[in-house]
């Protein structure tokens, strides 16, 4: 796609995509905090549920077997492993707050990326708002144990390029490239049921080779057979997963992976709404963020969202 134009449907499909996933997020958070649901296994049903539920709203039709032999399928899944392992890592370095704040990183990333593979040249208007992003982690970062070098900020940076370059590969997906909904519901079904089986693989390969190690420890029997894991884990994946992941593709279609990526930007500030709201409910903990992280946070938004804007504006003279 070359110079993606983020118009009104698109605006309106990255926001529906955004909201999903906040939602999504917030549920998720109060099944594994407040009810102590394991995360692993929570997320393995619903990865596994709604991609097998993408594929069957898909009616009647061929199953998806070609998009199972693109590489890019699998080179998504992974990614998605690899952005999930590392974020839930980083989370012993800080809250969740500050974690979410620092995945802005991806959007330099992503520019970056947009201009290397599909070359859409950043405006200048890009590369101030990508430092001013820059600058806001920097802040968030500088509050967290180590600070710019800590392991809390490396995690994320791997985690904000895995993020990165999946956004960039869903955008090159053979399979994400027309419009049919139901060719794109078989398309999620079958990312989603790869990267089921590769997280599945992976803490399994992972607890045979350290059996008293951090997975295994992290991933016992008694969550596995836990029927609570598994009925949230269905109704979570068939409602909120599966047509989340579909938005998702559908978005980055329409607007472009950096754009898409601009627009996740202000998913911190959706999940912190969502976390106080459950708090008020008694359902989570109150999250708490200091006025330093809270104002650098703001900044790295504020970077976000003024490239959104500029690109918005200038949608009428693209048209033209």
Do not use: C, K
């Not at 590489?71 to 969740?96: E, I, K």
């Not at 994320?156 to 955008?171: C, H, K, L």
């Not at 008293?212 to 992290?218: L, N």
């Not at 106080?276 to 008694?282: N, S, T």
């Amino acid at each position: 796609m070359a110079n993606p134009v983020l118009d009104a449907r698109g605006l309106a499909a990255v926001a529906t995509a955004v909201a999903s996933w906040g939602v999504l997020i917030v549920i998720s958070r109060v099944l594994v905090v407040g009810h102590g649901m394991n995360p692993w296994v929570l997320a393995f049903v619903q990865m596994a549920v709604g991609g097998a539920a993408m594929i069957a709203a898909a009616g009647r039709g061929p199953l998806p077997l070609a998009a199972l032999r693109r590489p890019h399928t699998w080179v998504y899944g992974g990614l998605r492993v690899l952005t999930a392992a590392t974020l839930t890592a980083a989370l012993a370095y800080g809250t969740a707050a500050e974690i979410s704040l620092l995945s802005a990183l991806f959007i330099p990333v992503g520019i970056a990326l947009a201009w290397t593979l599909f070359a859409r040249r950043p405006s200048p208007a890009d590369a101030v708002g990508s430092l001013v992003i820059l600058a806001g982690v920097a802040g968030v970062a500088g509050g967290l144990p180590g600070g710019l070098l800590g392991a809390g900020v490396l995690l994320m940076a791997v985690s904000a390029t895995g993020t990165a370059v999946a956004t960039a590969v869903a955008e090159l997906h053979p399979d994400n490239q027309g419009d049919d909904p139901r060719a794109r519901l078989r398309l999620t079904g079958a990312t989603l049921l790869v990267t089921a089986s590769l997280l599945l693989a992976g803490a399994a390969v992972a607890a045979a080779v350290a059996p008293d190690g951090v997975v295994a420890a992290h991933v016992p029997v008694a969550a596995v057979v836990d029927p609570a894991v598994w009925i949230a884990g269905i109704v979570v994946g068939i409602l909120l997963r599966g047509p989340s992941t579909y938005a998702t593709f559908r978005a980055i279609r329409m607007v472009g992976s950096e754009n898409y990526l601009m627009g996740v930007a202000f998913m911190p500030v959706l999940t912190l709404a969502g976390e106080r709201l459950a708090a008020a409910g008694g359902l989570l903990p109150e999250p708490a963020l200091s006025s330093a992280t809270l104002l650098a946070g703001t900044v790295g938004i504020a970077g976000a969202a003024g490239m959104a804007l500029l690109r918005w504006r200038s949608r009428s003279a693209v048209a033209a």
